[in-house]
């Protein structure tokens, strides 16, 4: 038995036999033609064109009925990417003044544009570079008339095992027989992987070299919540998994019946549970689980799914108002972008920096660049006739940062005013506590905001100068340190003090570990990823207001992270700690 460790970006346990698929095309050479032949090998581009469309279309058909229309979409940029007369006919332009085969020149046109998205920095806008690879095996394989592949012969539960899938082969190979996907390539944001979440599949990525290790017919397991492919399992092994994978499925189907269950606790205390989300389409599954809107939609994912342009007003209209109906009766709060520090755009910025996360990223951003900052704020306002939408700044260290924005928005306003379009003037103001600074400011900050919400992950980092993903201090990095308890305390009773709602959208409010102690310090307000709500409304329903705040104010009495992680798990048996 061999366990190979990737990167669990679709939960579940699949349990089959291996089917290896190599998606790698046929080397591409550069042939030159004579003059003589040019306008026919520019007809066999565009006859390759058709026939993607064609196929492309099939497959958005056939994902709109069992997917739905949301997810369908996906396929709509590689059509409009094709069906753009601009990319099509800088293809064919090459192919007449070079003078050389179609598959060379699609070849190299989508590798220059493609370097484009994956020299940014950032994992998400690296991925905006796969429509175009997607596009570009789509042509390749027209022109080299490399068939799909089929397993609809193939007898018994499968495993596709990969170099890379794009979104359409996953929706293809997703049916049917296949209990899993473990590929070399893909990330938690890829189009790939919400199809496979989309189809309830598990998915293990970032498995390197993988296809050289599997061979047909392996019975392998996927592993999709601990990011592992088990290789020639045990019968023992296999049983194992056989019962976890039958325990995820009733677990789930009893978590889902807690959708129309009030959060509310054995003594009687309502606890409200939001989403945070990424994508537009996320949306849906976060009321699939019962969350009662969103308490993060994160809009930088706007600007690094169309960069290298930016959006325009009518998409941040379109999105904002999308989610805002959605999440209705419920508030939907809007992040305004943050894409500096690690999210940097380049496009946005335009400038390098030796600390970013340090540097202009959050609301010092959005001031420094008021000509982007305005479309979004436009947007924003303009949505907030469709529903309850709230507009929360990232970053915010200062009071000042507030003030200037209240005067921007105010100028934005009274653009759209002059302009006669319709807009939305009282949507709730908040910020995001994730800087020392703002904690300890709270009280007065409380004055000038309708809302906050803290953001633990970044909070963390700033206060104990703690980089989670730097190996050599990771385990610096705690959630349960007496400072952070502290400053969470302090934000609540700040907020409490004038009024205003307080949450909590950061990692811990999503972890049955730390969401108790948090609610026993006085939050009632939890944010937390669509998947994660039904478990920690189970939690809620099973433990007595009484008792986390006891337990809490206990914790805040101790010095180190250690004994407070003592105390939960003596004190809490129905959190989420392991004896």
Known sequence: MKILQGLGVAEGVGIGRAVCIVTRLHEVYRLPIDAAEVEAEVERLRE??????????????????????????????????????????????????????????????????????????????????????DVERYLLRALQGISHHDVSDVEGNLVIVADDLTPSEAVRLGRGR????????????????????????????????????????????VDGGAGKLVLHPTVEIVESYERHRLALQARE??????????????????????????????????????????????????????????????DHLDIYKRIVEAAAPYPAIIRTYDLGGRKLAREVMRTEEENPVLGLRGIRLTMARPEVFRTQLRGLY????????????????????????????????????????????????????????????????????????????????????????????????????????????????????????????????????????????????LSMSPRTVPAIKTLVRQSRMSDLERVALRCLEFGTAAEVEALLRAELPVSGWTR
């Open 48 to 133: 390759a064109v058709r026939r993607t469309v064609e196929e492309i279309q099939r497959t958005r058909s056939g994902a709109s009925r069992e997917l739905g229309e949301d997810l369908a979409a996906i396929f709509d940029a590689h059509v409009l990417m094709l069906a753009d007369r601009a990319f099509v006919e800088r293809i064919v332009e090459r192919i007449r003044s070079e003078r050389v085969n179609a598959e060379w020149v699609v070849h190299r046109t989508a590798e220059e544009l493609a370097e484009r998205f994956a020299a940014l920095p950032d994992a998400r806008q690296r991925e905006r570079a796969d429509d175009l690879r």
């Open 178 to 221: 296949v209990v899993g996907f473990a590929i070399e390539s893909g990330s938690r944001t890829s189009h790939t992987t919400i199809i496979a979440r989309s189809l309830n599949l598990p998915l293990v990525s970032g498995l390197e070299g993988v296809t050289g290790a599997v061979t047909d017919n392996d019975t392998v397991i």
């Open 253 to 314: 189907t009893a978590l889902l019946e807690t959708r129309d269950l009030e959060a509310v606790t054995m003594d009687g205390v309502a606890i409200e549970l939001q989403a945070n989300i990424d994508l537009p389409e996320e949306i849906d599954e976060a009321l699939r689980f019962g969350a009662h809107g969103v308490g993060l939609y994160r809009s930088e994912f706007l600007y690094i799914e169309k960069s290298p342009e930016l959006p325009t007003e009518q």
């Open 382 to 525: 303009r949505a907030a006739l469709y529903g309850d939408l709230w507009i929360m700044l990232p970053l915010v260290s200062s009071i000042e940062e507030v003030q200037r924005f209240r005067a921007f928005a105010a100028q934005v306003m009274g653009e759209l005013e002059q302009e006669g379009i319709p807009f939305r003037a009282d949507a709730k103001l908040g910020v995001m506590i994730e800087v020392p600074s703002a904690a300890l400011i709270s009280d007065l900050l409380a004055r000038e905001v309708d809302f906050f919400s803290i953001g633990t992950n970044d909070l963390i980092q700033y206060s104990l100068a703690v980089d989670r993903n730097n190996e050599h201090v990771s385990d610096l990095y705690q959630p349960l340190h007496p400072a952070l308890l502290r400053m969470v305390r302090f934000v609540h009773e700040s907020a409490r003090a004038v009024r205003i709602e307080v949450s909590v959208c950061g990692e811990m409010a999503s972890d049955p570990r730390y969401a108790p102690l948090l609610l026993g310090l006085g939050m009632r307000r």
